[in-house]
């Protein structure tokens, strides 16, 4: 059932009566403010009963909670403080302006209602099981700046109401099961500086309109089902940095009519850099010059271990539980990390020049999984194999 917005039926409405007198479009003003206090009540309570309801309704469609993430949210305690939960600023206190619910392990649809968090400036449902459509309520969230709905199972188009979100800087939707075209509209978002639409099952050409995207610094559509060629349109985004488009079905020729590894060698570290750390490009952390190239370089003296995903230590930690010759396994494993790392920060360097040719990547990813995993025993191939086998699968492809 979708919810009753206001702003909808009051533009609809407002075009049925061009010629009402000013005291009748005052009057109908009057009553719309009765019935769609979301929108037009001044009143604090009206606009904090408005968030609470959209949150409930949030949570009520969540089928699987397995690690009570939601249990705070209820009228014991007020919705600000909900796990999850962000208010914000000194004019809006009590509007929710941010819901990060980031691997939580949830399951179920998205609610439409959160269209009715009208404050929202970040939505981040990553790494759970949220599935379903992408609500295109959400095309109504004109404030919203980072919408991250990465690693989920969400199915259907990509709504292209979502350019009405006309201030988003990050755009994420990867790791899905999304269908269709890349919406031409994803051109007008001209303050968007992340976007990212890799493994999903995207079809079509990737749209010219792309290229007006001035403000655009990465670009993540590889593993899709995307044919015909890269747009010239493309050479515009004068501030890209990161663009990562294989194991499509693209034609061989890129922009200019010339192949470029040079840009396939630096997508494949950041991926590296990706998988070891378990950040993306876009994390909050990666601010004021500092990039995921530059936090893994930083780390490569003394500190590898120190940026490793904690999750992936956590595997390798259960891997080897056991072992007789526990030290010696946790080394080996070290060192395979590290070369890892080391691979990754080469390939990701700003310069082409200073970047590694795909051919010697390939040798030396091939040489680790030799050298470290070759003598492990079975479970501990488990751990770093499954890191392994993904980026020489990704190697494959060029």
């Known amino acids: 059932m979708s919810p009753h917005f206001a702003f909808p039926a009051f533009t609809n409405s407002i075009m049925e009566l061009p010629r009402m007198s000013l005291w009748a479009i005052w009057s109908f003003l009057l009553v719309s403010s009765i019935h769609f206090p979301c929108f037009f009540g001044s009143a604090a309570h009206f606009s904090n009963e408005t968030d609470l309801l959209a949150l ?61 968090l009208t404050f929202l400036r970040r939505i981040d449902l990553s790494a759970n099981s949220f599935y379903g459509k992408i609500p295109e309520e959400i095309g109504w969230l004109f404030r ?26 990050a755009l994420d939707l990867s790791r899905n099961q999304l269908t269709g075209r890349i919406p031409t509209e994803l051109g007008s ?17 990737i749209p010219p309109s792309l290229g007006n995207l001035s403000s655009l ?7 899709n089902s995307l044919e015909g060629s890269i747009p010239d349109d493309l050479c515009q985004l ?4 990161f663009l990562i488009i294989g194991m499509n079905k693209l034609s061989e020729h890129a922009m200019g009519g010339k192949a470029s590894t040079q840009g396939d060698v630096y997508s494949y570290g950041i991926l590296l850099l990706e998988m070891i750390t378990g950040k993306g490009p ?34 390798e930690a259960e891997a080897i539980q056991g072992n007789e010759n526990q030290i010696n396994t946790r080394n080996r494993m070290h060192d395979c990390l590290i070369s890892i790392v080391k691979i990754g920060v080469l ?27 070759g003598v492990m025993i079975h479970q501990d191939k488990q ?10 699968s990704y190697l494959r492809h060029y």
């Open 56 to 116: 409930l309704k949030f949570k009520h469609l969540i089928t699987d909670d397995p690690l009570h993430s939601l249990s705070s949210w209820n009228h014991t305690l007020h919705f600000c403080h909900w796990q999850g939960v962000t208010c914000g600023g000194p004019r809006h206190p009590q509007r929710v302006m941010a819901l990060n619910l980031t691997a939580q392990k949830l399951v179920g649809p998205i609610s439409p209602y959160i269209a009715n």
């Open 189 to 205: 978002l001209s303050k968007l500086t992340f976007l990212g639409l890799r493994r999903n099952s995207l079809t079509g050409s």
């Open 282 to 315: 876009t994390d909050d952390m990666f601010k004021d010059n500092l990039s995921l190239h530059h936090f893994a370089k930083m780390a490569l003296a003394e500190r590898v271990m120190e940026i490793v995903d904690p999750q992936l230590l956590l595997e």
């Open 347 to 373: 390939c990701s360097a700003e310069s082409p020049r200073k970047r590694m040719q795909m051919r010697d990547v390939v040798v030396e990813m091939h040489t680790i999984k030799d050298l470290y995993l």
């Open 383 to 392: 751990v770093r194999s499954q890191i392994l086998d993904e980026s020489l």
């Open 238 to 241: 004068v501030r890209l940095k």
């Open 217 to 223: 610094r990465y670009l993540r559509l590889s593993q």
């Open 144 to 169: 919203l700046r980072y919408l991250v709905l990465t690693n989920n199972t969400f199915t259907g188009e990509i709504p292209a109401n979502l350019t009405h979100c006309f201030k988003l800087q």
